[in-house]
């Protein structure tokens, strides 16, 4: 998988970043820039390609998740997030998911699948999980989710079903609405700014 590691010495975290389908690694770099300019940062870029564009895991011919699929990424991922710390001597760098749209949903499977491992999340225009997550203690993991309210690719019905599903594992969930679509919009990068700033305890 392509890659990019910024290791910092100012602190003890590290934001790993997932791009949304046909992004890049560096997408997400603006939104770090803004919440804390002082962490490390680990970006990976998606290495299945569908429609010539690049994503995290595959879509079934109906648009829905392929669940099989989906399930040996995120321990593919897992394995190659380990491995990279390892490699930058970061292995006991406390662990912060960033992801917009496809990357988000990448992120809420690493945040499931093993949570032990990641102090927060920030989802951007994420789906609801298609897991059954009751077996996930997400207690006192704070979590940040955006919506567009005129989304056409996913419904901002699907970041409530998500809020739910995480606050229900014991996630700290806040949630925020813009009056856009799946775009990612400054509104967001400020609200997730603020949030973190003066809403998120870690």
């Excluded at 669940?67 to 390892?86: G, H, R, S």
């Excluded at 760098?93 to 102090?119: C, D, K, W």
């Excluded at 594992?169 to 003066?198: I, K, M, P, Q, Y």
């Amino acid at each position: 998988m392509r890659y990019f590691f910024h290791r910092t010495k100012h602190s003890a975290d590290t934001f790993i970043l997932f791009h949304g389908t046909g992004g890049r690694e560096t997408d997400l770099l603006r939104v770090v820039g803004n919440v804390n300019p002082y962490f490390s940062v680990f970006g990976i870029r998606g290495n299945v390609i569908e429609n010539g564009q690049r994503r995290y895991f595959k879509l079934l011919k109906d648009g829905s998740f392929d669940k099989i699929d989906l399930k040996a990424i995120t321990q593919i991922m897992l394995q190659f997030i380990e491995q990279k710390l390892k490699e930058y001597q970061a292995g006991e760098t406390r662990l912060h998911l960033i992801g917009y749209s496809n990357g988000a949903n990448m992120a809420v499977n690493l945040l499931l699948h093993s949570p032990e491992h990641f102090q927060s999340a920030v989802l951007l225009h994420p789906s609801a999980s298609p897991h059954a997550i009751s077996h996930a203690n997400l207690s006192n993991v704070p979590v940040f989710i955006t919506a567009g309210a005129t989304d056409h690719i996913v419904s901002p019905g699907e970041a409530v079903t998500l809020k739910r599903q995480l606050t229900e594992s014991g996630a700290s969930v806040s949630l925020f609405l813009t009056d856009g679509g799946h775009e990612l919009r400054e509104s967001e990068v400020s609200e997730v700014t603020s949030w973190w700033n003066h809403g998120m305890r870690i």
